[in-house]
């Protein structure tokens, strides 16, 4: 842009010089825009202010107050992706944000009390329907995409299957069948070929052949009066629980998926690409209340989304946004 004259009420007229289109730029506009891009900046970065602006803290929060007004949506509904991944994250005890994405971009988010159907039906309806979900297998989360996608697959996330068995089978249990499971379970991670899952499947069924008995105990609880047996339940029902999961997971096809399809086995590009980030975030900004905690985490998605930040700026009437008695 050069400058070109100025128009009929004294204002400088400013030349494109690819369109040779004329315009006159409003200054109070461009200060709120510029204003909200610094903001922008400092919100999403994890180094000081005194880093980025050359102004005192005090002047740069009463300059940027307005900001924390805007709440920042993605639009993702014309993207086209073979597979994505659903998690959430907690930010308070009674509150999460649910975000899909997929190998390049956020898609979306939703904030919710906690994971639920209709939350995460809510977040994925204005997709397009995917090839595969890669997840950690939450409940809801299945419900969600068999509801609305009847040809999507799911595949769980390996490490949520390792980490849920350690927690049930214990590192220092004092049961050696706790321990053959569990490293058996372990080495999920090493299978890269469908020979190589035929095997370990193989071996799975043995040590359950081996340890039946013990694994399919039960114990009775008798009416101590009549000496009755009221109901059995599981004696050992940690490592019932473990294996249970496991065959429903090759049930329904969930756990080598990723063999026959070149699709990740975890969901690592969310808990680490986007969760961990964020909560980075909440520790630079601590001590921010909980709504302006809620537009910090909006912003950053916004900026892992295929929406770039200027665009989403260029949309918002900043005049609503930005009253008079703020300036």
Known sequence: MVKAGKNGTGKQRYKCNICNTRTVINKEE???RNELKLFIKWLIDSTKISDKVDM???TFYRKTSWCWRIKPKIKSDEISSDFIFVDATYIHRNLCLLI???SQFVLGFRWAESENFEDYYELLKSLKEPKFVICDGDSSITKAV???WKNAEI???LVHITRSAERKLGKRSPCRINHLFRHHIKKLHSIKTIKKSQNWLNRFDELYEEHKDF???KTPVVDPETGEVLRFYRTHKNVFS?????KNLIKKNMLFLYLENEIPNNSNRLEGGINFPLKNLLRCHRGLPLERQKRMFEWYLLSRSATPVEEFIRTLNLDELYPKNDT
């Open 215 to 217: 694994i399919e105990q």
């Open 30 to 32: 461009k200060t709120k």
């Open 242 to 246: 473990v294996y249970n999961m496991v």
């Open 155 to 157: 595949q769980r996330c």
């Open 146 to 148: 068999g509801r609305l």
């Open 56 to 58: 005192s803290r005090s």
């Open 100 to 102: 899909v994405r997929d």
